[in-house]
């Protein structure tokens, strides 16, 4: 791994390094790559093993497939906590 | 006035019950602590100011004979679950000022039984770390030393039970974030089986591994947080039905001896030994196990659960809500909010569960790490036909000085005997076993197979009656 792996990850997770980030990431990533590779080293077969969990479905309904109580939301809450919005709308910059 | 740093939860609310205190009183004495010791101790994030009118209520319900066990009892909330109309920050800038719209399944829970939310805790920044040093709000000091850390990333809410300001806390825990804090800070933590506690309104860290559980002095404290809590919520479609009662009254205790070779301090294993010494006094069964997958839990985890962060923490882009830092066009926002919201090691686990799971290294990595999963989660299913319990320190040391894990890998190995549970879904208990040398608190762990989770806290009961 070199720098330039670590400026193409931080592109693809949308995150600005500075020089002295990128060098200690690459430092840190060598560490913890090198202990976790020791997995390479284990044959698995492929196992089954008994799962508790299931696939859950109900109809995309606010208040029905079991929900007897809908969320209530308070909607000037939530558009408190955009960081900008305009007429009830959120805003934000142009996407195309 | 009790003193409250030895008070419990069952004697508390006897003593409500019958008169002799009330919530407003209590709720006053951990009060005055945090005054006196929150500025030191850095356990609280923020204090409810209707702390006291809380216990008014709770006063009335009691009196009108309407009250449960936790009714009037002040709780400490770890700052990732979610109180509507509070702040809940994950111990992030990138959260600082989000307000929750909604009420965690569990804070409903609590709410309904009447006990008093006293504050949010401090915690590592979005759950992840093991001392509350990656706190973007400065980190929780150890009680017991305050030259140490409290462990984590639930250390605020140890450091609030362990010092008299709540009598109970909720933490969440995903490699061990409960257990560690609590053997560190000398209480009982509880990782619960996978889906017997709603995850609805915890900031979600590796969604696979979260679990929210309890803190308490004693396990009978730590059960009466755990019967409230848990149960069936339609919002998370991971909780379950099955009530957890499995294997209550088994006394066979497996030690996987292999496992307690390499780095382990000495004291820790001298008191592990001794500890094995008064459960055999108790009435348990000691039997020797071999589980050679085991020691692959710990790279597994650190594979698994940075892959689930980085998609996680994906919704954290500055535009919803969250902190936004304007740049150029939107994506150069993204970039600007993530790079100042996010402290170093968010930003470290997100980039190596991008790594992990990009193009060419997937399979080498997270497939593989899910194999060994399996493997790990069978070994335990079939070690479980021979024994009831497998047994490990909880964590390789005591509480460490400040700063003295400065390489990330150094502090991950502290998770070795932790993350096992979490990845295997299997209930998991840490319980007080001595102290050191030093002063320092030790912990032991238990684990139990799926929904044995009432067996695990009849342990801690049996090694206090047998000190």
Sequence with gaps: MDIKDIEKLAELSKIELSEEEKRGLLKDLDGILGYVKQISEVKVEDISVEYTRKNVWREDLPASGGLVIPREFSRELILKQFPESKDGFLKVKKIL | MTNIKDLTIEKAGEMMKKGELTSVELVSACLKNIEEKNTELNAFLEVFSDALEQAQKADELIKSGKGTKLTGIPIAIKDNILINGRKVSSGSKMLENYTATYDAF???????????????????????????????????????????????????????????????ALGSDTGGSIRQPASFCGLVGMKPTYGTVSRSGLTAMSSSLDQIGPFAKTSEDAKIIFDCISGKDEMDSTSTEISPTRGVGEKIIGVPRDFLKEGVDVEVLKNFEETLEKLKKAGYTIKDVSMPYLKYSL????????????????????????????????????????????????????????????????????????????????????????????????????????????????????????????????????????????????????????FSDESLFAIEKDLRDNK
């Design chain 2, 299 to 450: 790279p597994v985890y650190y594979i698994i659960m940075p892959a689930e962060v980085s998609t996680n923490l994906a919704r954290l882009d500055g535009m919803r809500y969250g902190l936004q830092e304007k740049g150029e066009n939107i994506f150069d926002t993204f970039k600007k909010s993530r790079s100042l919201g996010f402290g170093p090691e968010t930003k470290r686990r997100i980039i190596l569960g991008t790594y992990v799971l990009s193009h060419g290294y997937y399979d080498a990595y997270y497939n593989k790490a899910w194999g060994i999963r399996r493997a790990i989660m069978k070994e335990y299913e079939n070690i479980f036909k021979s024994v009831n319990f497998i047994m490990t320190p909880t964590a390789p040391t005591t509480a460490w000085k400040f700063g003295d894990k400065k390489d990330p890998l150094q502090m991950y190995l502290e998770d070795i005997f932790t993350v096992s549970a979490n990845l295997t879904g299997l209930p998991s208990i840490s319980i007080p076993s001595g102290f050191s040398s030093s002063g320092l608190p030790f912990g032991v762990e238990f684990m139990g197979p799926l």
């Design chain 2, 106 to 168: 569990v804070i409903k829970k609590l709410k309904e039984a009447g006990a008093v939310l006293m504050g949010r805790t401090n915690m590592d920044e979005f759950a992840m770390g093991s001392s509350t040093e990656n706190s973007a709000f400065g980190p929780a000091k150890n009680p017991f030393d305050i030259s140490r850390v409290p462990g984590g990333s639930s250390g605020g809410s140890a450091v609030a039970v362990a010092s008299g300001m709540v009598l109970g």
